[in-house]
């Protein structure tokens, strides 16, 4: 009885799946999810670049915004296009920190 036990433990926690509390607001998910597919591809490439260098960073909002100003890809765009596109790059580095804990947990 005791392996069967055993034996039932150890299926049913091979095949769960653990909760991860969400540190994104679920606005800010459900924008990335519906702005990315129709976003020019060198608007992502600007917001997958500028996320993967925020990696080891402290995300400054403000100096994110004048460092995005400052993108030739990006010029004659208005500030709430601006502001929107680092919510992008944001809610990305977000993702990314998620993929990267997620492989560092497995290894």
Do not use: R
């Amino acid at each position: 009885m005791k392996s069967f036990l055993l034996f039932l433990c150890i299926v049913s926690t091979h095949q769960s799946i653990a909760q991860v509390p969400m540190a994104m607001p679920p606005d800010a998910d459900a924008f990335y999810k519906n702005a990315m597919p129709i976003i020019k591809p060198e608007f992502k490439n600007v917001i997958v670049k500028s996320a993967s260098l925020l990696k080891s960073e402290q995300v400054n909002s403000e100096a994110l915004i004048k460092t995005l100003h400052s993108n030739p890809a990006l010029k004659g765009m208005s500030d709430e296009n601006i502001e929107a596109i680092s919510t992008l790059v944001m809610v990305q580095a977000s993702k990314d920190a998620d993929e990267d804990l997620k492989k560092m947990v497995l290894s």
